[in-house]
C-alpha cells in the first residue's frame, strides 16, 4: 500500500476515513465501558494522541504510514477501555483452545506499545536530522521505546497507589507475578519487528514528503 503522497496529508491519505474510524471506535468504546474509571485511563493516551495530531498536522505532517500505525493503536487502546485488558472477549475465547491460563490481550497492547512507537521515533529521528548514521539510529528508537514502556509501567504502578483496588483492571496482572517484565519484553519484540518489517517502506513515504 505504498502510494503517493503529493498532497500535505491531515491524518494520513484519508482524513475523513481515519477521522471517521477513530471516532466511531471511540464512542463504541464509551458506551457501556466494563469499567468508567478503566476506560478513562486506557484511552486517554489516544485522545492526547488525536490532540497532537491536530495541533501539528500542517507544520509537521506525518507519513500515511504512521498515520495508519497510531489509527490501530488507538484501536487497541480503546477496545481495551471498553472491556479492560483482562476480559476482552476474543482473547477469553482463546484460552481453552490454545491452553492460555490468562487472556493475553494485554500482550497485544504491549507488542503495541513498541510497534508504533518505533516509526514515530524513527520518523522524528530522520526528519529533524537528530541521529547520524543508521545503526545509532535504531538503537536510539529502540532505547526510546522501552524508555517509554517503563515510564508506561511505572505510570501504572502511581494509579494503583493513588487509586487502590481501582486500578486492578488497569494494571491487568491477572496474578502473573512477571507482568510488568513481560510487558516490557513484548514492546521490545514490537519495536524490533517494526523496525524489520517497515524501515524500507517508512524510508520511501519520508523521501516523497521531503519532496511536497
Known amino acids: 500500500m505504498d502510494t503517493d503522497t503529493t498532497q500535505t496529508p491531515t491524518f494520513g491519505l484519508y482524513p475523513k476515513l481515519w477521522l471517521c474510524l477513530f471516532s466511531v471506535v471511540l464512542i463504541w468504546s464509551a458506551i457501556a465501558p466494563k469499567d468508567g474509571f478503566t476506560w478513562f485511563l486506557e484511552v486517554v493516551p489516544a485522545l492526547i494522541g488525536i490532540i497532537l495530531l491536530t495541533l501539528t498536522r500542517r507544520r509537521f505532517p506525518l507519513t500515511p504510514l504512521l498515520y495508519v500505525l497510531i489509527l490501530i493503536h488507538s484501536i487497541v487502546l480503546m477496545v481495551g477501555g471498553h472491556y479492560t485488558y483482562a476480559e476482552v472477549p476474543l482473547f477469553d475465547w482463546l484460552r481453552e483452545p490454545l491452553g492460555f ?41 529502540i532505547s526510546l521505546c522501552l524508555a517509554f514502556s517503563a515510564f508506561y509501567e511505572l505510570i501504572e504502578w502511581w494509579v494503583a497507589e493513588l487509586s487502590g483496588t481501582a486500578a486492578e483492571a488497569f494494571l491487568g496482572t491477572q496474578g502473573y507475578v512477571w507482568d510488568t517484565q513481560s510487558d516490557m519484553a513484548f514492546a521490545l519484540i514490537g519495536a524490533i519487528a517494526s523496525l524489520t518489517c517497515l524501515s524500507g517502506w517508512h524510508d520511501r513515504q519520508i523521501s516523497r514528503l521531503r519532496l511536497n
Open 101 to 141: 491460563e490468562r487472556n493475553h490481550y494485554d500482550k497485544v497492547g504491549h507488542f503495541m506499545q513498541g510497534f508504533a512507537p518505533a516509526i514515530l521515533a524513527r520518523e522524528i529521528l530522520l526528519r529533524l536530522e537528530v541521529v547520524n548514521g543508521r545503526r545509532w539510529l535504531v538503537l536510539m528508537i
